[in-house]
């Protein structure tokens, strides 16, 4: 994916790392997929000691300080990896969407690391840029029953092809690209910011591979 250069000079270190998984089985739930979350919960509430310590978490505030850079107040709009963890702490399972969803929001609870997802046959890989938004322009996120109107301060993806947006990065995806139980091949994004390493996006890569693979390539 491009990074136009305005964000790269303006964001040293903002970087992606990609992973296209194909052959996909994508079911409604999982009993296994359950109850592994039940595990990975309670790992998160042994080894976090509140909700005050979350915003303090080193790859929580690298998020948060990108998001006070571009205009966006993490307070209301949190990192994905941090509002998951504060579900968690707060007494709350984790959503139920689809056994994929489902699958990576784990990875993003075990590495702290956003992760967007798209159906490959509803993107165009080669056209994919980085830029700032354009104040006006519109964008339909998950959940949302309307398009938003942006105002500027966005970094967004666009599919240059198609000319749609498919993410304001990094913490909202595009309804139009999203998984379903139809979807049969993944374009992941890693999403990293300034003060993320290269290590930290490189093991929630794999970690997706390896969660993916064991929850959502075989037949139940």
Known sequence: MEIVPELRSAFP?????ELKLAGLTVRASDPDLEKFKIEVQERVRKRTASL??????????????????????PTKLRPAGEALTRRILGGR???RINSLVDAYNLVSVETSIAIAAFDSAKVNEGALVMRKSVGGEPFQGIGMAAPDSLSGVEVVIEDRRSAKLIAIYPYRDSDESKVTEATKEVLFMMCGV?????LALEGAARLTREYIGRFCTASP
Do not use: H
Request: glycine share 8%; hydrophobic share 40%.
């Open 93 to 95: 399972d984790l959503p």
């Open 194 to 198: 300034p003060g993320i390493d290269d």
């Open 13 to 17: 270190g903002l970087r992606v790392v």
């Open 52 to 73: 005050e310590d979350v915003k303090n978490q080193p790859i929580f505030r690298a998020y948060r300080d990108f998001f006070w850079r571009v205009g966006i107040d």
